[in-house]
Each structure stands twice: as C-alpha cells, then as structure tokens.
C-alpha cells in the first residue's frame, strides 16, 4: 500500500494533502495542524520517503508519482472528498480530478508547478546541457552535519528560507534529517529531488490540452514573488470557470511555511463557502 501519515482522525469531513518534491508532510507541521482541526486529514507520501529501496533512475516522466496518487485515491476510497497539493502534487493533483471529477468535492493548489511550453523547452535544453541550476544545486547541497543547531544556523542564513519563522525552518530541518552516530544527515535520497526536477514539466502539455475537462471547484493560491504560474498561464487557466486564482502578498514558493495560518485560513474559507 502507498504509505501516508495520518494528521488527524475525526469522524470529519476528510482531506487529503499532498506534500511537494523534499518537503514531507511534517515540514508543513504548522499549517496542518490548522487544518485538521476542521477535518480528518490525511497526507500521501511520495517515493523518496518511502522506507523501501525504490531507484529513481528509472522515472521518466511524473506519470510515475502520479500513478502513486492514483493507489493511494483507490486505497482509501477517496469520494467527494477534499483535496490540497503543493508544488509537484499541485501538478498531480490536477491531472487527478482532470480525469475523474467525483474524487474531491473540492481542491487547492499551493503554487502548482505547471509549466508553460515555453518553459519546457528551456527546462529541456539546460537538463541536456547539464545546466539546470535546481539539479546542480541539488547535487551541492549538504547532505551532513555535526548537529541539528548547525542545521539551523546554516538554512537560517540562506535566502529561500528568509521569510520562514524560527519554528517552521526548525519543523522542517526536524522532517527531512534523522541523527546519526557522527551527527545528523539527510534522511531520504536526494537522487529522488534530482530525478523530479528532470522530468518536471514533460507530461504539462496534457494538461494544458484537457484543461477544459477540468470540473472540480479548484482554488489555487500563487506566491507574490517568483512565482511558478507566470500571467500568460494565469489568464489561460482563468478561463476554466471552475479555477479561481488568489495571490498572497509578500511570499515565495514556499507560502505555505511562510504564513501557515493565513495559508490555512485562505483554505478552510473556501472549503467551507
């Protein structure tokens, strides 16, 4: 069976969420506990948090972790429920309700990557030319240290966790490294973050040729700064009547560490109108 971490078991309306590429259901401690405060909340985990020994080399597109979500949909019966994905899960969870309309009531996407075609074929050119700086930085990135204070110190300096609290980057540092005898080190394989990366963006032509199938009362929330969405596909998107799309101020593709609460509340809102 698909492994998945329970956040919360109530005899509530049921929700499902969806972590994004590196950040397991924990890193986003803050916000769920929000959330499960209204519903029974469930979170999938994907491949590179699995216990077992799985090799991403062999992943050529993201149908692969989408035919995961699909099991998972299947093994827990998942009908008219509600449905939350970040990043890579916002993509997939999309692609999900874009073939089956009854599996969520309703859903969010937290800055979903969807690339444009143009993006695509840049992603491709620099994935070939080994030149993709998500992949570089990926491969640079400390997989070890003397202990978790020296992990905190070293992601509290760095700009892409600068609008993340004390707490959050602690929540999160706390579900991707484990202690070992000579210190703590990363917990899962990073070759899983490289392989994502790679084949981010092959199969989104399909969903911007069957967009219009589309049915699912759909939310997505996109970052101020730097977002994935970029105005072209937000006005491409728009015209589904079914999508609305809000932009949070002051926040990164990692919003959802950024302002749990306000992340939370913007969700629950529109579960419940």
Request: aromatic share 14%.
């Amino acid at each position: 069976m698909i492994p998945f971490k329970s956040i919360s078991n109530s005899k509530n309306k049921k929700c499902h969420f969806f972590h994004a590429n590196g950040y397991p259901p924990d890193a986003y401690k803050s916000m769920l506990q929000y959330i499960s405060s209204k519903y029974d909340l469930k979170s999938m985990l994907h491949r590179q948090f699995w216990n077992d020994n799985h090799e991403p080399e062999k992943v050529k597109s993201w149908d692969f972790f989408l035919d995961d979500i699909e099991q998972y949909t299947k093994e827990n019966n998942i009908n008219n429920d509600y449905g939350i994905g970040h990043s890579i899960s916002g993509n997939l969870l999309l692609r999900s309700c874009m073939k089956n309309r009854n599996l969520y009531k309703k859903i969010v996407l937290l800055d979903p990557t969807i690339f444009s075609p143009m993006t695509i074929y840049i992603w491709k050119i620099l994935t070939y030319l080994n030149a993709h700086p998500l992949i570089i930085n990926s491969r640079k990135r400390r997989k070890q240290f003397n202990n978790f204070n020296d992990v905190f110190s070293s992601y509290r300096s760095k700009k892409i966790f600068s609008k993340i609290g004390d707490i959050q980057i602690n929540e999160y540092i706390q579900s991707i490294f484990k202690e070992v005898n000579n210190g703590v080190q990363l917990s899962f394989n990073w070759k899983w973050e490289e392989v994502m990366y790679k084949t981010a963006g092959v199969k989104d032509f399909d969903i911007w040729k069957n967009l219009r199938k589309l049915k699912t009362p759909t939310l997505i929330i996109i970052p101020e700064e730097s977002p994935v969405l970029r105005k072209q596909a937000t006005k491409k998107i728009e015209k589904n009547e079914y999508i609305e799309i809000k932009r949070l101020k002051n926040t990164t593709h990692l919003f959802p560490l950024e302002q749990p609460k306000n992340t939370a509340k913007i969700i629950l809102d529109f579960f419940s109108k």
